[in-house]
């Protein structure tokens, strides 16, 4: 069998964020080191406040550790745009303009990634029939449920095709078919060759 590459490298990460009247600090991380391999599906477990969503920050640059170190494809996370192109993120709670439509929040992403127009209009339409939201590509963001929120937000990290995909929280809000669809969908990107974490 071949020896997959590391994918996502983290080493002795630590974090703490201030609190309180007095911005006393709190440690939510602590030499947090593990890592992932090409083409695995890791589920990243713990309690809530274990620091999970924080850890999946720092991975994303949307929040930088105390120490430690994150390496991505090889490289240190900070290695800028080119890495961040090879990484689809969910974050745990979306954020949409709700004015838009999906088909058009999805065409706003991809002009962000880099995609032509043809090929976005393509992906976007693959993925939310995948997603099983083809019949409110056209409907706007302010009429979808929490759950039709949630697998919207699942269609934009695939938008790209990239090679890592970081979910945080992804059944969150979704009925028992959709857990069920989400699930077959990472499955369907482990067959792909992609690495989900």
């Known amino acids: 069998m071949k020896d997959r590459g590391r994918i996502l490298t983290v080493e002795g990460l630590t974090k703490s964020y201030p609190t309180g009247f ?14 992932v391999r090409e083409n695995e599906i890791v589920g990243f477990l713990g309690p809530n406040g274990a620091g999970k969503t924080t850890t999946i920050k720092i991975l994303n640059r949307l929040a930088f550790p105390d120490a430690g170190k994150v390496a991505l ?23 949409f303009y709700e004015y838009l439509t999906g088909g058009e929040f999805l065409r706003r992403c991809g002009q962000l990634c880099g995609m032509s127009r043809v090929d976005t209009e393509s992906r976007a339409s693959q993925l939310l029939g995948r997603v099983g939201l083809s019949g409110a590509m056209e409907t706007a963001i302010r009429k979808y449920s929490k759950g039709m929120m949630q697998r919207l937000g699942l269609a934009q990290a695939l938008l790209h095709d990239p090679e890592l995909v970081i979910l945080d929280e992804p059944m969150s809000g979704l009925d028992p078919m959709g857990r069920m669809e989400v699930r077959g969908i990472i499955r369907d990107l482990k067959a792909a060759g992609k690495t989900v974490f």
């Not at 007095?22 to 890592?35: A, C, I, T």
């Not at 800028?80 to 745990?92: K, L």
């Open 73 to 95: 494809f090889g490289g240190q996370v900070r290695d800028g745009a080119d890495v961040r192109r090879r990484i689809g993120f969910m974050p745990e709670q979306p954020y």
């Open 22 to 35: 007095w911005r006393k600090p709190v440690r939510v991380l602590s030499d947090l080191s593990f890592e």
